[in-house]
C-alpha cells in the first residue's frame, strides 16, 4: 500500500507550475501537476502517499477551500500552501486547516525542497501509525473480555500477584490468562504489548 | 487684480461719503451691506468681520457728524442707524457661519479623497504584488533549479554565480513588492464606534447634488437608529458613497424610462447591520467579474471603486455582494459586525 510517494502540485499559473514539478522531480518522486482544484479532486486518491503543494489564489475553488474540502474529507495529506501575497488572515486559517506550512512568493528551492521532504516525512510517518493502529486493533480484537481485563492490568504495571487480588483470582489463573494472551496478540515481551496497546490508543 | 479687500474699503468709502451727504437714514447703510460679504471672500478671515465692525462704526460716526435735518426726530434717527448696524452685523455673522460650514465640508471632502488615494494605492499594490510575484516565483525557481543542474555537469564557476544572482535578484524584486505592499497597509484604519446612519446621512448629502444634477431621487430608509459598528467612519462612509455614486451614475447613463431611484436602507440583524444601495437602472452585466481589480464598464473608469469598497468591508469583518433583482436594476449590499445596538452617541 505504501508504493513511491506522489507530490501533487496545483497552481493555475504554468510557469510556477512547471518550475514545481521540476523542483519536486529533483528530489526522486513522481510528480503530477494540476491547473486547478477541480482537476486535481478528480485524480486524487486519498489511499495513495504523498504530499500536496497548493496555491491559495485560483479561479474556481480557492486553495483554501480545497484545503477545507480535503480536511473535511478527512483526507490527511499534508499541504504546502504557497501564495502570491498571503495576508496574516489566510496564513492564519490555512495553518488551522493543517497546513505544513505557508511559502511566500517568490521564494527560494532550498526552502522549497526543506518542506517537501519534511511534509513527505510527516506523510509517511502518519501513514505509518496509522497502518501500525489498524494492525494492533486487529490484533486486539482476537481477545475475549477477560483477557482483555488482564492486559490493561498489565499494561498499568501490575505484578500477578496483584491482579490476583484484584481480580478475585488465584495466581496460576492470571499467569495462565496472561501466557494466553500475550499468545494471541503475538507479543514477546511486556514492552511490546503495551506499544500495541498505545498505538490502538492513538 | 484688485484684492477682495479692496474692494470693499473703496465701496465702505463711498458709501460713508454718500451717507455723509444725504439724510437716507436705514438705506444708505444698506450698502456696507455688500462691502461686507465682498470682504468675507477675503483672506485672512478675520479681514470680514474687521469691515463689518468698520462699517457699524461709521454708521454711528455719520450720526454723531452730520445732524439730521431738523425735522426728523432723534429717537427716529437712533432706530434707523440701529437698523442699518442689524443689517450689518447679520450679514457678517450669516456670511461667516456659512464659510465656516463650507471649509469643514471641504475638509472632508479632501480628508475622503486622501484616504481614497491611500486604499487606492494598497489595492495597486496588492494587485501588483499577486500579478508580479507569480512571474517572480517561476524566474527564482528556475534559476535554482537551472544552478543546480548546471552544478552537475559543470563546474563553471562564472555561469553558477550567474545564476545565483539571478535567484537573488528575483527574490529581492519581491521584497520591494512586499514593502510597497506594506508601507500601503501602514495607512491603516482607525478603530473607534461610529454611528451607521450619520455615516450614511453624510454620505447622501455629499450626492445630493450630483443626484438633482443627474435627475435621480435618493431615497432613505434607515431603520437602525443609533446602532454602532467598530471601524473607520470615513472609509466606510467611501464604501456608502460609492455605491450610491454608481447608482446614481448608472441611472445618468440609462435613456430608461420610469422612475429614477436610488434607495439607501439600514437594517439590523442579531449581530451584523446590513447597509443596501438599490438603484432603478439597466442592472449589472457580468457580475462575476464586479469586484475585480481593474475591470470597469465606464469609460473614465480605473476600475477599482467596487474593489476597494469590498476590500473595506472585508477588512471591517463583513461581506459585500451584489444581487440580481427581478425589476431590473443593480442591488448592492454589504455588512457589518453590529458592535452596539441603538444606545445613542
Known sequence: MTAEPTIHVVDDDEAVRRALTSAGELLGHSVRSYASAAEFLADFDPARSGCLVLDIKMPGMTGLELQRKLADDGASIPVIMISG?????IAVESMTLGAVTLLEKPFRLDELLGHLRRALEKDARDRQALELSAESESRLSLLTPKEREVLELVA????NKEMAESLELSVRAVEDRRARLMRKVGATSVAELVRLLTSNRN | MISPVGLALALVAI??????CLPLGVASAVPYTFAVLLALAARPHWLGAAVAVLCCVLTLLKMMIVDERGNTELWKVIANRCLAIFAI???AL????????EERL???????AHMGRLTMLGQVAAGLAHELNQPLA?????ADLAKHMAGQTTSDPKLLTTLEDIANQAARAGEIVRSIRRMARKSDHRHEAIVVNDIALR???SLEWFAWQSGVTLQLDLTVADSTVLGDGTLIEQVIFNLMQNGIEALANSPMIGPRLVTLSTLANPDTIIVTVRDTGPGVTMPNMLFERFHTTKADGLGLGLAISRSIVEAHGGIMTCQPTKEGGAVFSFTLPLHDRSEGK
Open chain 1, 85 to 89: 501575497h498571503a495576508d496574516v488572515r
Open chain 1, 156 to 159: 498499568t504495571g501490575k505484578t
Open chain 2, 15 to 20: 458709501v460713508f461719503s454718500v451717507d455723509l
Open chain 2, 89 to 91: 452685523s447679520m450679514t
Open chain 2, 94 to 101: 450669516l456670511g461667516i457661519l456659512r464659510r465656516r460650514a
Open chain 2, 106 to 112: 471641504r475638509a472632508h471632502q479632501a480628508n475622503l
Open chain 2, 138 to 142: 517561476a524566474i527564482s525557481l528556475h
Open chain 2, 203 to 205: 454620505a447622501v448629502r
